[in-house]
């Protein structure tokens, strides 16, 4: 899948089969997700309920969303951390709502965020996102079709960011590894003779991470394994190349598949297993 040819209506509603075709991947059960498209580019899902461990306030054009952690303090990790960079330099994020009576997630178009803050909420602290619809072109929402509590935002300009990706270099490793993860060796088909599989920067780009776009910093791997980098669930030693997995048992003590032509540095793996890596 490729975000230019992403077609959402806003206004509609999911379910998780419905994403999983649009998306070409499942949904994790986390509030926040982090994905990518078949051309490496960064995206997030967010998802919100009328019920649930948070009270999101999803109501007028502008409105708040609670981060990631339902038990004790958050942190500015992992879904948490990419939202609150999307601050500073946007990038597309999807808002999926679900209403106390509904099954499926009413699609709100996408959103900005404006601010993140950290708030004192029942004894802990959590991260309150404010976020704001943007109402351009397909995002602007038919007030008849969105959800009633939401009223069309007003519109401001904006200016957008993004790191721009060598693709081409991306690709190329993929092929060399025949489209197979790193860590499990899983090889996923796009079509029936096309190979599917993300290319992952140890040390992520952009802020605050500031990671290169070079192959030294790049594993090949799959859907799953790439959010577990992600998310922080997985590490790998850099000089035996062991891996260490928070849940995942059949990967956990294995070895990184690493060719003989790909010289992975080192010192990208220290960085992800000290910063990012939350084990």
């Known amino acids: 899948m490729r975000l230019a040819d992403l077609e959402l209506e806003p206004g509609a ?19 926040i997700e982090i994905c990518y498209d078949a051309d490496e580019q960064r995206y997030l899902r967010l998802f919100s309920a009328d019920t649930g461990p948070y009270a999101d306030e999803v109501t007028g054009g502008q409105f708040t969303y609670v981060g990631e952690g339902q038990t ?3 942190t500015l990790t992992a879904g948490n951390r990419y939202l609150a960079n999307a601050a ?7 808002f ?5 009576d509904g099954a499926a997630w009413e699609y709100q178009g996408q959103v900005d965020v404006v601010d993140c803050e950290a708030v004192e909420e029942d004894g802990r602290r959590v991260y309150r996102f404010t976020l704001q619809r943007r109402g351009e072109g397909r995002e602007r929402i038919d007030r008849a079709e969105a959800a009633a509590d939401l009223d069309a935002p007003e519109r401001v300009e904006t200016s957008r960011t993004r790191v721009v990706r060598n693709t081409p270099l991306a690709t190329a490793l993929k092929r060399r590894y025949d489209f197979a993860c790193q860590v499990c060796g899983a090889r996923r088909r796009r079509e029936a003779e096309e190979g599917y599989s993300e290319a992952h920067h140890v040390r992520p780009l952009g802020r605050p991470h500031d990671g290169p776009d070079a192959e030294a910093n790049l594993l090949v791997l799959c859907p799953n394994h790439h959010a577990d980098f992600d998310y922080g669930l997985v590490t790998v030693d850099p000089d035996s190349h062991r891996i260490a997995h928070a849940y995942d048992a059949v990967v956990d003590g294995g070895t990184l598949f690493v060719r003989g032509d790909h010289a992975l540095d080192a010192r990208f793996l220290e960085y ?4 990012i890596a939350e084990f």
């Open 13 to 31: 509603a999911y379910d998780a089969s419905d994403l999983r075709e649009a998306f070409d991947r499942g949904m994790t059960g986390r509030g």
């Open 72 to 74: 004790g303090d958050q």
């Open 88 to 94: 500073d330099a946007p990038l597309p994020i999807f």
């Open 96 to 100: 999926f709502h679900r209403r106390s």
């Open 272 to 275: 992800h297993n000290r910063e």
